[in-house]
Structures are given as structure tokens and as C-alpha cells.
């Protein structure tokens, strides 16, 4: 799903945020932030609420939850998957765990 969104909607992908408005008032993020607006999470003066209302602490930790990655998966070469600054290599990393838990799962 994030994969897909990032690909069809480049425009409102960008590494170096958690989260912000672009310049057409959507919201632009890095995959982590992207996460968690797909899950129904809220922007809010750059913090993000969870559907429920409550605030999100660490955002990394939240987002790593919603995507169900491993240390090994979120920490893997080049380091963490939220961290990388490159938008076609933090596609290419996000394209690869995806393709791994497919094959996992018999997909």
C-alpha cells in the first residue's frame, strides 16, 4: 500500500519529512509519515495523532509498528529504512522488504 502510494504519488513523498504541507495543501512525507497517514494517523503541527486522538511520542517506533518491521528489516544496509535521505534508495529498500515478505507469505 505504501509502496504504492509513493510510486503513483511521488509528489507527496519526500524523505526528509516526517510530515508537512505542500504547496496544494496536501501532505507531504517520508515512508514512515506515509504510514502513518494511510492508517488513518493525522498531521498536527508536525506531530502526528493516532485515529484514536492520542499523540504519537516517537515516530519511528510508531511507524515501525504499523509496518510490522523487524530490527533486522528497519536497521538493514543502508541503515534505517526512515532515515534514508535518497528518495529512489528509500524506494528501492522499501521495494525489496515488500518483495521479501511477499515471497514469505507465498506471494
Not at 493525522?42 to 516517537?58: A, C, I, K, M, S
Amino acid at each position: 500500500m505504501i509502496l504504492d502510494h509513493v510510486t503513483a504519488c511521488p509528489g507527496q513523498f519526500d524523505p526528509g519529512t516526517w510530515g508537512r504541507r505542500g504547496p496544494d495543501g496536501g501532505i507531504v512525507a517520508d515512508l514512515g509519515g506515509r504510514a502513518m497517514l494511510l492508517s488513518g494517523y493525522q498531521l498536527e503541527g508536525g506531530r502526528y495523532r493516532r485515529p484514536d486522538g492520542t499523540r504519537v511520542g516517537r515516530m519511528s517506533a510508531e511507524a515501525r509498528r504499523l509496518l510490522d518491521l523487524s530490527d533486522g528489516e528497519y536497521y538493514g544496509p543502508p541503515g534505517p529504512l526512515f532515515a534514508i535521505q535518497e528518495r529512489d534508495l528509500a524506494v528501492l529498500r522499501l521495494r525489496a522488504l515488500v518483495e521479501a515478505a511477499d515471497r514469505e507469505n507465498g506471494g
